[in-house]
Nanobody, 118 residues
Framework: QVQLVESGGGLVQPGGSLRLSCGASGNIFRVNEMGWYRQAPGKQRELVAAITSSGSTNYGDSVKGRFTISRDNAKKSVYLQMNSLKPEDTAVYYC????????????WGQGTQVTVSS
């Protein structure tokens, strides 16, 4: 059983910063991708950023240049540094881990709310 626990969400003013953290536990294949997705009310879940166990990154277009994803393989953790936050960044942010080992394994955290408002 794989579990993901997120932390770091909250309320921040436009232009501010937040750092999200996600720790994974359980039986995890060492070659994997960890990422952050978000879902705003009435919208589909979308990719924010993802990073592979070898360090390759991928960002959603709307966050490029403002958000930075990083990970600590030893701690099975992934982080999202969010700067220059905008009201449109308001959403529930979900941590994800996935890998392919014959079949695809895909796990999600419970989500953490990020609200950008003055």
């Amino acid at each position: 059983q794989v579990q993901l626990v997120e932390s770091g969400g909250g309320l921040v003013q436009p232009g501010g910063s937040l750092r999200l953290s996600c720790g994974a536990s359980g039986n995890i294949f060492r070659v994997n991708e960890m990422g952050w997705y978000r879902q705003a009310p009435g919208k589909q879940r979308e990719l924010v950023a993802a990073i592979t166990s070898s360090g390759s990154t991928n960002y959603g277009d709307s966050v490029k240049g403002r958000f930075t994803i990083s990970r600590d393989n030893a701690k099975k953790s992934v982080y999202l540094q969010m700067n220059s936050l905008k009201p449109e960044d308001t959403a529930v942010y979900y941590c994800n881990i996935r890998w392919l080992l014959g079949v695809r394994y895909d796990y999600w955290g419970q989500g953490t709310q990020v609200t950008v408002s003055s």
